[in-house]
């Protein structure tokens, strides 16, 4: 399951030596020095997974996961720790300050990749390659196919991933701008009507096999995959 992965390292040498080995295991590595310039890169683009040591010049691993999970937009992306200390007290304010994970240096590339795997796995199924059943339509990543009934449905590749994300988030309101982080990772480069567009091309999809109960707008806030009408 490849993903976006931002790694928030001053050490330079285990910055490379992180993305050498997340790049190799098939993810796109985004690199940050400091939390300032973290900060900036995730205004942008919304990683799928921040890898964050936890001492940095300036503000802290721990302050800037503190502010990540205080900001709306930056409360579910999934945090991973990176710390040198392996006392009890710091893990405890570790996972406190909202960090999903924590990885105490120093640490296998193995190791690391599977952590991930495993965040990845509870915290966005939608970048997963496990098939989803839901409200009568099979979506399988690996082979790209979706299934309602015996019909097969025909998506592009922005209404597959846009069908997954909501598969994998069944009956919540999401916002266009929610939707343009976690499907297009890009909220500032694409415009919200870009969001109807598809939307409305999935639904044509998606018509003939299942009518139009699956994919509602919610007025004034956005789109709900609904598993029953
Ligand atoms: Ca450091």
Known sequence: MPASILVVEDEPAIQELIAINLEHAGHTVLRALD???????????????????????????????????DDERTRTV??????????ELDRVAGLESGADDYITKPFSPRELVARIKAVLRRRSPQLTEE?????????????????????TLDLGPTEFRLLHFLMTHPERVHSRAQLLDKVWG???????????????RLRQALEPACGERHIQTVRGSGYRFAIKP
């Open 35 to 69: 939390a300032e310039q973290a900060a900036r890169m995730v205004r942008e683009v919304l990683p799928d997974v921040i890898l964050l040591d936890w001492m940095l010049p300036g503000q802290s691993g721990l302050e800037f996961a503190r502010r990540l999970r």
């Open 78 to 87: 999934p945090i991973i720790m990176l710390t040198a200390r392996g006392a």
């Open 131 to 151: 098939p989803v059943e839901q409200g009568g339509i099979r979506l399988d990543p690996v082979t790209h196919r979706v299934r309602a009934g015996e019909a």
């Open 186 to 200: 890009d909220h500032v480069f694409v415009e919200e009507r870009t969001v109807d567009v598809h939307i409305r």
